[in-house]
């Protein structure tokens, strides 16, 4: 089954700790990106990534760190969160940029206390 | 910033009835697209439309783009309890790679 898969689904951290969430598709997707999602400000770009090795800053990616060693994968790593980072996150790939529709990830739900 | 803004915020009505969404956005675009969201969820595709497209179907949704307006509409006709949820538009700007998303309309069909 075409997917993305994040992982985890709910994480509960302290600040400063430093976490990571892997995103994988298995589409052969070129086009990767990472999305937070919060009350009243709909879904805004952390970062994004137009094929291996290629990755580029989104609306918001301050505190964020992102690789992508290889098509598949793209994990989004918080190297020191903070209570303001607790939101709702979502991965998605497309097959191009942004010429054809996203597939979405089932998102992590992270809470930085 | 977002790009696009999706009005109302909210929409409430009775099953079989049809639910019309706008999106507004600020730069030329190369597409336009709808997702749907349940409750905290994935986004879910629904259609995209190009620049140089008008309109476009796809089973009971039909889908708008006045380029020199910069908006969008989405009808969902004869709406199903099923049908409730947040539908978001997201534009694919000209000259960038970054895809936008608005704040969403939250779509409520009653039984």
């Known amino acids: 089954e075409a997917q993305v898969t994040q992982n985890p689904r709910y994480l509960i951290t302290v600040t400063g700790k430093k976490l990571t969430v892997t995103c994988s598709q298995n589409m052969n997707h070129e086009y990767m990106s990472w999305y937070r999602q919060d009350p009243g400000l709909g879904l805004r770009q952390i970062y994004y990534?137009?094929?291996?090795?290629?990755?580029d800053k989104g609306d918001v990616p301050e505190g964020y760190k992102v690789s992508r060693k290889e098509k598949r994968n793209f994990p989004l790593i918080l190297e020191s969160p903070s209570p303001n980072q607790t939101s709702l996150y979502f991965c998605a790939s497309s097959p191009r940029t942004g010429r054809d529709g996203y597939t979405f990830g089932s998102g992590t739900r992270l809470t930085v206390v | 910033s977002q790009q696009g803004e999706e009005d109302p915020q909210a929409l409430s009505i009775q099953e079989g009835e049809n639910a019309t969404m706008n999106c507004s956005y600020k730069t030329s675009i190369n597409n336009l697209q709808w997702y749907r969201q349940n409750s905290g969820r994935g986004l879910v595709h629904l259609i995209l439309?190009?620049?140089?497209?008008r309109e476009k179907h796809s089973g009971r949704l039909r889908v708008t783009l006045d380029t020199s307006k910069k908006s969008s509409s989405l009808l969902i006709t004869a709406s199903r309890a099923a049908d409730t949820a947040s539908y978001f538009c997201?534009?694919?700007?000209?000259?960038?790679?970054?895809?936008?998303f608005g704040a969403g309309t939250r779509l409520t069909v009653k039984p």
């Open positions: 997201a534009t694919d700007r000209v000259n960038n790679n970054d895809m936008r």
């Open positions: 990534s137009m094929n291996v090795e290629v990755t």
């Open positions: 439309i190009r620049s140089n497209e």
